[in-house]
């Protein structure tokens, strides 16, 4: 959450800042700002909202220059405002400072500077880092900039410059990610390669307690001891950002992306031989799996332990999301794996599950859709998404790709391990091959859901079922509800109604019903029985349409193509995905930008 980017070169800055900004409003749009160095003074302006706040202010009183720097903020200290939005300025008007993370001991540095003297205008742990610039400044930048990071607690990427030094931006990074680069005649700093310009084909990207002086023609790197380092560049070549291409919202683009992104998982996952490059001998040794994931990534991860328990048995499998399994005893050996799942590879608490795994001595495996991340460089393996840059706050291909490429790997290790037969494996490699046309399938039946969301939008309360894989998809279909939508909405089990959910249903609430196990006809045609005595109605989304007893108690039913009871969560969660879009749509919310929300959560 929240965006950082960095300009110097020859073009005027605030139009590329702006630029990249915009590519970046999805990590995070309470404020965004601009500061510009020109002929030695610094120049700042940030405005409360969306980057055209930002961008109508410079048209009417533009800022002029070659070096800026950039930020679109998700407020964590500080109520959105002019006042609390980056960048911040010091007093002196020497450095001004962009910042992602948290600052844990800003309190104290801040009483230290204010006995000092010095004055502060925000509510903000990053203002701290511009005065304590300043307080330290001893004419030499880099030396003060170095200083200073050693006295500062938490996470940061800061993206700084002086105005004393002219076409100079200066970077570092402490477990947030941080991104430089530069090609004719350009020099970037970013935290997202989402926004840099397609002519910049290699970049570096910053890991721990590193360094960067980028220039418009060189960047210079170095640990925060002020040692220089080798520069390691990871070559780029990303796809075109694109329009929406006749779209209303990125969401309804994504969702329509899903078979083409499945279709090149699989692909990059056979082609670049992806089980393969991890350590045969390890894995059948295996005796544990760790998952852990947020949001989104934490459902893929409960739909993965389903599958391992079924087709690994003689592997203990143990998921739980990433903000817990950090303060939960952690069971890791030479015979233990552990799993992280993250559309961004960034995710704070998922990746510091993952470091904790790794210092103690642990392997690690992400499932991970940006191949620059910090998860896929600090874990022993990776095995990409490929679902393509995803935009809308609600994630919808990733999660498709997620499920996918987990269910891949995990019939990979079970045939590996002798746990199915490699004719059982060869049927299972079919019905993923079949899996882009039935997600078509699945999206193509958004007519129908379109009319329903528009019927039942205004509905208080929706409850997800399902049982087994059709619960964890239920989760997932709830999150994207009320992420979204902002109305009430909860997943169950559905054997679990009677056991207290009961108790709130009533009339004007919704029940949708996932069923793609067709042993699962009779159970759930009971539970949906409680529901309707109770006055709610009901949706069923099936295979099996053709049940009279499903016909008999719904009052909407979405038939989506039979797919392997295994693999159904892939193609089953995408009319969830569009009833979340749908009924987000009809009451008029900002489907992309939900509020109080942001793609890429690098706090803790």
């Known amino acids: 959450m929240c965006g950082i980017i960095g300009y110097v070169g020859d073009k005027q800055a605030s139009d590329v800042i702006i630029a990249g900004l915009k590519l970046l409003e999805y990590r995070g749009y309470d404020s965004a700002g601009i500061a510009v160095s020109n002929k030695g003074k610094i120049k700042v302006a940030k405005k409360e909202g969306r980057i055209v706040n930002l961008e109508n202010h410079l048209k009417e009183e533009p800022l002029l220059g070659n070096l800026a720097i950039g930020h679109t903020r998700w407020a964590t200290h500080g109520k959105p405002n002019d006042a609390n939005a980056h960048p911040f300025i010091g007093n002196k008007r020497k450095y001004a400072v962009v910042h992602n993370g948290i600052i844990e001991n800003y309190l104290e540095i801040k009483e230290e500077l204010m006995s000092e003297g010095v004055k502060f205008s925000s509510k903000t742990d990053s203002e701290v880092i511009v005065h304590l610039l300043e307080y330290l400044d001893n004419g030499d930048p880099i030396a003060t900039i170095l200083k200073a990071v050693k006295k500062l607690k938490g996470a940061f990427a800061l993206g700084i410059i002086h105005a004393e030094t002219p076409n100079t931006i200066f970077a570092a990074k402490r477990d947030n990610p941080l991104i430089v680069g530069c090609a004719g005649g350009e020099g970037y700093i970013c935290s997202d390669i989402n926004s840099l310009p397609q002519s910049l084909k290699k970049v570096i990207v910053l890991d721990n307690k ?328 009901i949706m069923v989304i099936t295979p099996f349409a053709d049940e009279m007893k499903l016909k008999e108690i719904s009052d909407y039913l979405i038939e989506i193509p039979k797919v392997h009871k295994d693999l159904s969560a892939v193609v089953s969660v995408i009319p969830t995905q569009l009833i979340s879009y749908y009924i987000a749509r009809a009451k008029g919310c900002d489907i992309d930008k939900p509020r109080n929300l942001a793609k890429s959560v690098t706090v803790e």
């Not at 670049?272 to 760790?290: G, H, W």
């Not at 037969?421 to 046309?437: G, H, R, T």
Request: glycine share 6%; charged share 25%; proline share 2%.
């Open 210 to 537: 590193q360094f960067a002086v980028v220039k418009k023609n060189s960047v210079e790197l170095y640990n925060f001891l002020g040692k220089p380092l080798d520069k390691n560049y990871v070559e780029l070549s990303p796809e075109e950002w694109g329009d929406l291409k006749g779209y209303e919202c990125y969401m309804d683009k994504e969702i329509c992306e899903i078979p083409d992104a499945l279709t090149r998982a699989i692909k990059n996952y056979r082609e670049n031989k992806s089980f393969e490059k991890i350590d045969k001998d390890y894995l059948k040794s295996l005796r544990r799996i760790n998952i852990v994931g947020c949001g989104t990534a934490l459902h893929a991860g409960l739909y993965g332990e389903k599958l391992i328990k079924k087709y690994l048995p003689d592997i203990d499998v143990y998921s739980e999301m990433a903000s817990e399994f950090r303060y939960n005893p952690v069971k890791v050996d030479e015979k233990t794996l552990t799993i992280t799942i993250s559309q961004s590879g960034e995710t704070a608490d998922t990746l510091v599950c993952q470091k904790m795994v790794s210092e103690l001595g642990g392997k690690t495996l992400t499932i991970c859709n940006v191949p620059t991340s910090s998860m896929v460089y600090y874990a022993d393996y990776n095995l990409q998404l490929c679902a393509g840059k995803e935009v809308a706050v609600a994630s919808t291909k990733a999660y498709n790709t997620q499920d996918l490429v987990f269910a891949m790997f995990i019939f990979d290790l079970a045939l590996l391990r002798g746990s199915i037969s490699q004719a059982e494996y060869d049927n299972l490699m079919k019905e993923i091959d079949a899996l882009p046309k039935k997600a078509q399938e699945a999206i193509d039946v958004r007519g129908e859901i379109e009319a329903f969301s528009n019927k039942n939008f205004r509905k208080k309360s929706v409850f997800y079922l399902g049982r087994g894989i059709d619960y964890c998809v239920a989760m997932e279909g709830s999150l994207k509800l009320k992420e979204i939508s902002y109305i009430h909405c909860e997943a169950y089990a559905a054997g679990e109604l009677k056991h207290g959910t009961l108790a709130l249903i009533e009339k004007d609430v919704i029940a949708i019903a996932l069923l793609t196990d067709y042993d699962m006809v009779d159970k759930m045609y009971s539970s949906l029985a409680e529901v309707r005595t109770r006055g709610a109605s």
